[in-house]
């Protein structure tokens, strides 16, 4: 089993930056590609970014391009997530992920997930 583990989130205002850290262990991290979801209250779970396991390969969604950065350091099985120019609906609960690719990573039918971060953005 792969065990991810977020941390980083809380408050902030509207317009500030966050970084969020997902440390992973009990797999080889560079096997897999890694991405993060977010959940909205009374939404469903929506994708934000993947990484491939080299990083080679990132995607992002269309809501957060420009604005957030996902990148992973392989000596530190932790991926990150920069979170620049944050709005109000980007307020989530947020969530790290792995699977084998990033196309995986998105369909999110087999993912391994963490417990989540919360992120609250002030208007």
């Known amino acids: 089993q792969l065990q991810l583990v977020e941390s980083g989130g809380g408050l902030v205002e509207n317009g500030g930056s966050l970084r969020l850290s997902c440390a992973a262990s009990?797999?080889?991290?560079?096997?897999?590609?890694m991405g993060w979801f977010r959940q909205a209250p009374g939404k469903e779970r929506e994708f934000v970014a993947a990484?491939?396991?080299?990083?080679?390969?990132?995607d992002y969604a269309d809501s957060v391009k420009g604005r957030f950065t996902v990148s992973r350091d392989n000596s530190k099985n932790t991926v990150y997530l920069q979170m620049n120019s944050l709005k109000p609906e980007d307020t989530a609960v947020y969530y790290c992920?792995?699977?084998?690719?990033?196309?995986?990573?998105?369909?999110?039918?087999?993912?391994?997930w963490g417990q989540g971060t919360q992120v609250t953005v002030s208007s």
């Open positions: 009990g797999r080889t991290f560079s096997d897999y590609a």
């Open positions: 990484i491939s396991w080299s990083g080679e390969i990132i």
């Open positions: 992920t792995a699977d084998w690719t990033t196309a995986q990573v998105q369909i999110a039918s087999n993912n391994y």
